[in-house]
């Protein structure tokens, strides 16, 4: 079912309650595609719809995205990171609603792609941000993250230059302060105090398997339970196919994280 969480166009998501015994875990599913308007929610409904059929309830978030078109632009920093902290807050109101309380929302583990796995890290950061600072202090935290390629250390995307600098379009003009950069960087919110499982391909050419391993070895040097299952052989894009082994270990993690 197609939820608003806000007026934009693009706040919204697709909630997909299981067919097993309730109360029920929640994945929040996130697409990546460098936040821009060319990519858009569908990304990821095949993940949600599949970990549906797995027992958890599927809380599939589209958000505002970096670009020119009035239904999908106006995203960046930090309008896009407060529209999926809203997403996930809404659980505790509109989605138990929906959902009759059968919602276990001391079991709620994102999972993002690319440039959702940021957001997913970022959600799971919430907790350790500033209180003046945008989404602090969650509703609904999350109890692990799942990141799939995602790009977690925006010093190093930018520097580097993913996605033909994308980070800097998402920045937009916080891009070069580093205090207001490091409030939307996951490797700059640990501790988190949650687990988290980084996923990543050998052969990615899209975001380097270097973003997961910089990842988890700053959380667990910050004494967070952090992992990295590195896929031989895995592109980029095998983390979303459904039909694929990578994306049976992305699912076995959300899974495992969610008991």
Not at 23 to 28: H, I, N
Not at 96 to 123: F, K, Y
Not at 148 to 172: P, T
Not at 178 to 199: E, F, K, N, Q, W
Request: hydrophobic share 45%; aromatic share 6%; with cysteine.
């Amino acid at each position: 079912m197609l939820v608003r969480y806000g007026t934009h166009p693009s706040q919204y998501g697709v909630l997909s309650l299981p067919a097993g015994p309730s109360p029920w875990p929640v994945a929040v599913v996130i697409h990546g595609g460098f936040w821009r308007t060319t990519y858009h929610a569908n990304l990821a409904s095949d993940l949600a719809e599949d970990l549906a059929r797995h027992g958890l309830a599927s809380w599939n978030v589209e958000y505002r995205r970096v670009g020119t078109d009035p239904d999908h632009g106006s995203g960046g920093w930090p309008a896009t990171c407060l529209d999926v902290a809203a997403a996930v807050d809404l659980l505790a109101t509109t989605g138990q609603t929906l959902a009759a309380g059968r919602l276990d929302l001391s079991r709620v583990v994102a999972i993002g792609h690319s440039a959702g796995g940021q957001l997913a890290g970022w959600l799971a950061g919430r907790g350790s941000l500033p209180v003046d600072a945008p989404g602090a202090s969650p509703v609904v935290p999350l109890s692990g993250f799942v990141s799939q390629a995602g790009v977690l250390d925006l010093v190093f995307a930018l520097k580097e230059g993913l996605g033909s600098n994308a980070i800097r379009s998402f920045l937009g003009a916080w891009a070069d302060d580093p205090d207001t950069r490091s409030l939307a960087c996951p490797s700059a919110l640990v501790p988190m105090g949650i687990p988290s499982m980084c996923v990543h391909g050998t052969v990615d050419d899209d975001v380097p398997l270097s973003q997961s391993q910089r990842f988890v070895a700053t959380a667990r040097r910050a004494g967070d339970d952090a992992r990295l299952l590195v896929i031989p052989g895995a592109d980029h894009y095998s983390l979303i196919d459904v039909t694929s082994p990578a994306w049976a270990a992305c699912r076995t993690a959300v899974l495992d994280l969610a008991r």
